[in-house]
Structures are given as C-alpha cells and as structure tokens.
Nanobody
Framework: QVQLVESGGGLVQPGGSLRLSCAAS????????MGWYRQAPGKQRELVAW???????NYINSVKGRFTISRENARNTIYLQMDSLRPEDTAVYYC???????WGQGTQVTVSS
C-alpha cells in the first residue's frame, strides 16, 4: 500500500490562504489520479479536487476559483493552494491515490475569526 502524509493545515482567518501538501511513498512507480477530500464535523467525507497523471484538474463548485490543485510527479506529491478561505471550508483534509484504498492521517484546516 502507498503511505500518505498530509501537512500544511492550521488556523486562518476568513479570506486567508493555506497551502496543503501530500507526500506519497512506498511505491516505486508514478501514481495515477490523486485527490483531496475533506470531512467537516458531523458530515460525510467529500471529494474537493482531483488531478490526473497528465495534470488534468477538476473541482467541486464550492471551491472553483478559490482552490488550486497541483502535483509534482517526480516527488509523488500533490498540493492544494486554498485562497479566499471561508468558515465552511473548516474540515480535516485528506489526500488519496485513487488506485489505492488507504488514507493518510489528514490535516486540520480551521477558518475562523
């Protein structure tokens, strides 16, 4: 299985920015589609953004124009640049490699004044 380590979360005021990172290891070949998910308290985990091996990106409507997903294939790492953050973005953020079933430990993002 691939190992996933997310980082970069924290507390930020509304309108602020954060950049999340997810490093994948344990696999000796390039990974396919990778995605960022989030889970707010009392809610189901939801897919936020994903990026294919060929860098095609997709976003859910609520983050379009505010979040940017990117990847470095040489490092098996993906990023999520989050701008214009809103309180409703508060959640634990997870990354996932679509060809594997496991998850990382997640990183907490809290947007509050």
């Amino acid at each position: 299985q691939v190992q996933l380590v997310e980082s970069g979360g924290g507390l930020v005021q509304p309108g602020g920015s954060l950049r999340l990172s997810c490093a994948a290891s344990g696999i000796g070949f390039r990974l396919g589609t990778m995605g960022w998910y989030r889970q707010a308290p009392g809610k189901q985990r939801e897919l936020v953004a994903w990026i294919t091996e060929l860098f095609k990106t997709n976003y859910i409507n609520s983050v379009k124009g505010r979040f940017t997903i990117s990847r470095e294939n040489a490092r098996n790492t993906i990023y999520l640049q989050m701008d214009s953050l809103r309180p409703e973005d508060t959640a634990v953020y997870y990354c996932k490699v679509w060809q594997y079933s496991n998850w990382g430990q997640g990183t907490q993002v809290t947007v509050s004044s």
